[in-house]
């Protein structure tokens, strides 16, 4: 039974991509991250604005903070940098990356990605915390904005007594544990074709899906969706997800969320305690078959979502063929990820996003069925607007190929 909708939207990603929502405490701020080139190491470059989106904030204290991966239920973030903005409201801060281990991999092949906090003081009481994926690269150079608007529910003032140290620093206390099953993919197979996605790792890449932080400063309603982590453990188990002939539905995969109370102190105050709930670690089950409720209160269950399938191409360079003797079957790997909307049941059903890719450790292969019958017309992999190797959906019917 379809209860509530999935609200894709697509995204490329980048060698750095940090574009996300995130919750504040007083003003709004504008951030803009960037990876050069592997001569000047890992890059942040931050630029803070008053509330009007244009005043440049001066002498505000950044700090940039690696989210560790495999975190025990207490835990301090490493400092990988703190300095000060100009009377630009500008300031380029070089990364501390020694830290940084076990690599993900955000869509774009490659195993560069790691988790981590951008937080900013404000001389007069100002406040934000951004949760981000950064990336190392020693190739490209990428700027991404990232903006972040107010949250009217906050209202409590910084206090000045550290709450961990050494300043600046950031602490995690786990206070709870939630699982709820997440959209990974549309998967869509013909007539006279099959389909298998395994999701699973590799011996030294074991994440790679993405989910938003959801917030609150007092650890109950009203949650907001905050900025965007990998997962925060490394998966361990392997596990497929078949079907056969026409079939068009989404994939649901099971994870472990905690809840944190988050603290973080600069340099001369602390901010009031934030919680947030970070996708953690996924169970080992996959579905198509949600059995997370559909509302507030609903009895029954989101169950299965059908993917809604576009209008067949009529282009013939988006579409591929699989044929029984040259061409059985196709892999998609990686390149393009896409963004899935559903509710985290566990935080008053705020709508957040995940973001899943075809990749090394989430991969779709599709392969010709026998006989030639069951289709009768072309077993076609076909992209909606796009080439099937950079669509962040591929699509799979039984019909006559364009001419």
Not at 50 to 64: H, K, L, S, Y
Not at 106 to 116: K, P, R, S, T, V
Not at 224 to 239: I, N, P, V
Not at 260 to 275: A, D, F, L, Q
Request: hydrophobic letters at 35%; proline letters at 7%.
């Amino acid at each position: 039974m379809r209860t509530r909708p999935i609200l894709p939207t697509s995204r490329r990603r980048h060698r750095l991509s940090i574009l996300a929502t995130a919750a504040l405490i007083v003003p709004f701020l504008a951030f803009v991250a960037a990876v050069p080139a592997q001569a000047a190491g890992t890059q942040v470059s931050v630029n803070v604005t008053m509330a009007d989106g244009f005043t440049p904030m001066t002498n505000a204290e950044v700090d940039v903070f690696y989210q560790p991966p495999n975190p025990p239920d207490t835990y301090n973030s490493p400092l990988m940098a703190t300095g000060t903005t100009n009377s630009s409201g500008s300031l380029t801060l070089p990364l501390d990356t020694s830290m940084v281990s076990d690599l993900g991999d955000i869509g774009d092949g490659n195993q560069n990605a790691f988790n981590a906090e951008i937080i900013v003081f404000g001389t007069s009481g100002e406040y934000a915390d951004l949760d981000t994926i950064l990336t190392l690269s020693s190739t490209t150079s990428t700027t991404t904005s990232v903006s972040l608007s107010q949250d009217p529910s906050v209202s409590a003032p910084l206090f000045n007594i550290p709450a961990c140290s050494p300043v600046p620093c950031v602490q995690d206390v786990k206070e709870a544990t939630a699982f709820n099953y997440a959209p990974v993919l549309a998967e869509n197979s013909g007539a006279g074709m099959k389909v298998h996605l395994e999701y699973t790792h590799t011996t030294s890449l074991f994440r790679q899906t993405s989910a938003n932080v959801v917030v609150s400063p007092t650890g109950t309603a009203p949650w907001s969706a905050g900025g965007t982590l990998t997962e925060q453990a490394d998966r361990s188990t392997s596990k497929p997800w078949n079907a056969n002939g026409s079939y068009h539905y989404y994939a649901w995969v099971n994870y472990r969320w905690y809840k944190w109370k988050h603290i973080s102190c600069g340099i001369h105050r602390c901010s009031t305690v934030n919680h947030k709930w970070k996708l953690n670690w996924w169970t080992g089950d996959i579905t198509d078959n949600n059995p997370n409720p559909a509302c507030n209160g609903c009895r029954n269950s989101v169950g299965q979502v059908p993917y809604k399938v576009p209008a067949y191409t009529t282009n013939r360079n988006y579409t591929v063929p699989l044929d029984a003797v040259h061409s059985p079957s196709l892999t998609r790997e990686s390149v393009i990820s896409h963004s899935y909307g559903f509710q985290a049941d566990f935080a008053g059903f705020v709508s957040i996003n995940d973001t899943a890719t075809y990749g090394h450790i989430t991969s779709v292969t599709w392969s010709y069925v026998a006989p030639q019958s069951l289709c009768g017309q072309d077993r076609l992999l076909w992209g909606n607007g796009n080439i099937v190797s950079q669509i962040p959906i591929v699509q799979a019917n039984c019909f006559k190929r364009p001419s």
